[in-house]
């Protein structure tokens, strides 16, 4: 009767949506789909709208593209931090990352992707004009100013890293980006060879 | 600023709400969330409201409990299978797969879960007693009705099944259950020994 297909177009419909996020088959789709349905309607409800509400009512913020509530998110409205710092990251998820860390007291800048061409994003797709125009803004204090480029370490970030560099040098701020090497407690014989090598070449005055 | 947390509330109620889907933890949640933020707004209100129609149009085959758009579902609908011949099933799952093999003419009974006092789950939680009204209805005719219990092989697939058995057999129809053995093309030196002893104890005459 329904090979390969749902006995509800309803069912269907929701597997469908379900399906197209990444990493879940139709498979698992359904059986997401059927826990779902076991929940109180409230609770599906609440899902949807949960969902609904990333189209309708998530803004950004307008200082450093973060996602946020309103027109600042709240480490821009920090003003305990230190807005002179500025870490450029490719997503929210790299902020939360490096908040993790409890070791950074500066602001972000969120470009919203990376420079690849393969995947058809160019830098106009990013929000580099942005960091440029937030940089401008400085104007004589850029000098004080510190970007951190906290992209990863493959070719598309190193390629990103480089076009900002080009981008903002020119301002006069300083240009940082994360040191690489071994891991801490990581052992030489399983290190990959490329970073063992950078490591060699960057290596570090030894402070006891 | 925000350990473990995330700079919009927006975002972590999306985040949570998917994150309460099975086998999804908060990493996978995020990803998945800010996938859906990147996509055209029309498609994540698409999205909300495939999932929000499951709490406000599913409704149940009303012969089978099976899941449906209508009051009745494309297969009791169907007029060339077989109505005599009943497959009972845990979830709407087991349908689809009983439909894939292509093997089954009949119709399906969904008991929508089964008997876990561990989970809760009694007896009158199941369409146990949907099956019997329906079995009821057949009357004088019920000695023509094979009823094939399809349901799994742990213990309680076995205590849903027996506890069926006791409720329908005093109805006089068949009851049947799924062959149960070596899979076909297995081997004998990797089969688990439960499965090699029950094939030896239920083997069938050879017909060559």
Excluded at 190 to 204: C, P, V
């Amino acid at each position: 009767m329904f090979n390969e297909k749902y006995p509800s177009q309803i069912l269907q419909d929701a597997v469908e949506a379900v399906s197209s996020l990444p990493g879940i088959g139709s498979r698992s789709a359904l059986r997401l789909v059927l826990h779902l349905l076991r929940q109180p309607e409230e609770n599906i409800r609440h899902f949807a709208h949960s969902v609904e509400r990333l189209a309708t009512d998530v803004r950004y913020c307008r200082t450093c593209m973060m996602i946020a509530d309103g027109d600042v998110c709240p480490i821009c409205g920090d003003s305990s931090r230190d807005h002179r710092t500025i870490c450029v990251v490719e997503s929210i998820r790299d902020v939360m990352s490096v908040e993790a860390t409890g070791q950074f007291r500066g602001v972000y800048h969120v470009l919203g992707g990376i420079i690849s061409p393969i995947n058809g994003v160019g830098p106009s797709d990013l929000n580099i004009a942005q960091l440029e125009s937030r940089l401008q803004a400085f104007g004589e204090e850029a000098s004080d100013v510190e970007v951190i480029l906290a992209l990863s370490g493959d070719v598309e970030g190193e390629t990103t890293s480089f076009y900002i560099y080009r981008k903002i040098a020119p301002l006069g701020v300083k240009v940082s980006t994360l040191a690489r090497g071994l891991g801490f407690g990581d052992d030489l014989e399983y290190a990959d060879s490329l970073t063992l090598g950078r490591s060699i070449a960057a290596r570090q005055p030894f402070r006891p």
